[in-house]
């Protein structure tokens, strides 16, 4: 068996029932019912309800750990009592009688109460405990989304002819509309690098170097003041350059690539 993991934590449903497994993450939830401890045990995938029995060994190590500490646990699947199913929960069917338990990493009290998705925490204390602060489902959805939102871009933009080439990031200035970040250069004393504010130049080269479509998930650094719609100072954009193209034809391949991101996602 493997050490950490048979299943993750959003993977067991009723027809699992009997099965020995093992499951690791974080104790996101702990509640004690008449001597028997609850354990909502949480990984990147999801949520299953541990039960942990007064007359095994770990009980108190359990009973007194802290939530956010990291434990491996191995039992048996069993089915919830009807009056017990969670029908919110994929795992809601099921629970995991704990016969094994190794706590990997033990938490303090976290400055953060993650279950508490409305928390009104002071957001210095959020960026401080960014770590923590990630953990909560909502923020940690928006990053899945941003990652499937740019997986859909590059599956429809290779599907529509395009290479995605990665240009510099230490260059010369090109100027956008914003200041410059500079880097100072090691070598050439009293000269900087600009990071640039968009591959603007990098892209043009490669039309007029013959490659015919081109698309990249483009950092851009600029020196600006806050706005609503991005962060200060970085943010990435969808960069593509198209050869013997019209103004058409570059808003028939948008209107093929963005809209359908809405519909998905």
């Known amino acids: 068996m493997h050490p950490y993991r048979t299943h993750t934590c959003n993977e067991l449903r009723a027809s699992d029932a009997g099965k020995t497994v093992r499951l690791s993450g974080w104790m996101y ?18 949520l299953t309800q541990i039960v942990v029995h007064p007359s095994r060994s770990f009980f108190a190590q359990v009973e007194k750990a802290h ?21 919110d929960l994929p795992t809601g069917e099921i629970e995991i009688e704990a016969n094994e338990l ?48 740019i997986k859909f ?11 995605e080439f990665q240009t510099p990031i230490l260059t010369a200035s090109s100027p956008e509309g914003a200041r410059d970040y500079l880097v100072p250069s090691r070598i050439h004393r009293g000269m900087f690098y600009a990071l640039p504010q968009a591959p603007q130049m990098f892209k043009q080269l490669l039309m007029v170097s013959g490659f015919d479509r081109y698309f990249q998930i483009a950092p851009c650094f600029r020196d600006e003041d806050a706005r609503g719609d991005r962060s200060p100072g970085e943010f990435y954009q969808l960069d593509m350059e198209m050869a013997f193209a019209g103004q058409e034809d570059v808003f028939a391949v948008l209107e093929q690539v963005l809209p359908p991101i809405f519909a998905k996602y």
């Open 67 to 87: 939530l956010e500490s990291v434990i491996t646990v191995t039992g048996e699947v069993k089915l919830r009592t009807p009056d017990t199913i969670n029908p």
């Open 29 to 46: 939830r702990l509640r004690d019912h008449g001597g028997i401890l609850f354990v909502d045990l949480r990984d990147h995938h999801g």
């Open 102 to 149: 190794v706590m990997e990493s033990t938490s303090e009290v976290t400055p953060i109460y993650i279950p508490d998705e409305k928390a009104d925490e002071n957001e210095e204390v959020r960026l401080k405990h960014r770590y923590l602060d990630l953990r909560r489902e909502k923020l940690h959805n928006n990053i899945i989304l941003r990652s499937n939102v």
């Open 153 to 163: 871009l590059r599956e429809k933009m290779w599907e529509k002819g395009f290479n």
